[in-house]
């Protein structure tokens, strides 16, 4: 399986953006679909996961209540709604594939190459 991040960018505090994420290779409905950051200095972290056919998510808390994953099987794709973007959200994003909706990131087999979203004050 391939994945393809795309959608981040420079926005302000209070912003918004649309991450995407789209797989090639194989189906994505045979996978729990997650996305993870990276800030500069600091470890990997968990954001959000959404389940094969999109029936349950599990956020961060840090972003629950802001950020919103859905995924359309149809067109092999996962989206990151981000709202009310803070300074702190900022880092790489990246998108990952896994047989569970588990939190580590060693949990997950494949990986997105990464983009990165800016937020400034």
């Known amino acids: 399986v391939q994945l393809q991040a795309s959608g981040g960018g420079l926005v302000q505090a209070g912003g918004s953006l649309r991450l995407s994420c789209v797989a090639s290779g194989r189906t994505t409905s045979s996978y729990v679909m997650a996305w993870f950051r990276q800030a500069p200095g600091k470890v990997r972290e968990f954001v959000a996961v959404i389940g094969y056919r999109g029936e349950s998510m599990y956020y961060a808390n840090s972003v629950k209540g802001r950020f919103t994953l859905s995924r359309d099987n149809a067109k092999n794709t996962v989206y990151l709604q981000m709202n009310s973007l803070k300074p702190e959200d900022t880092a790489v994003y990246y998108c990952?594939?896994?047989?569970?909706?588990?939190?580590?990131?060693?949990?997950?087999?494949?990986w997105g190459q990464g983009t990165q979203v800016t937020v400034s004050s």
């Open positions: 990952a594939a896994g047989p569970r909706a588990l939190l580590g990131s060693k949990d997950y087999d494949y």
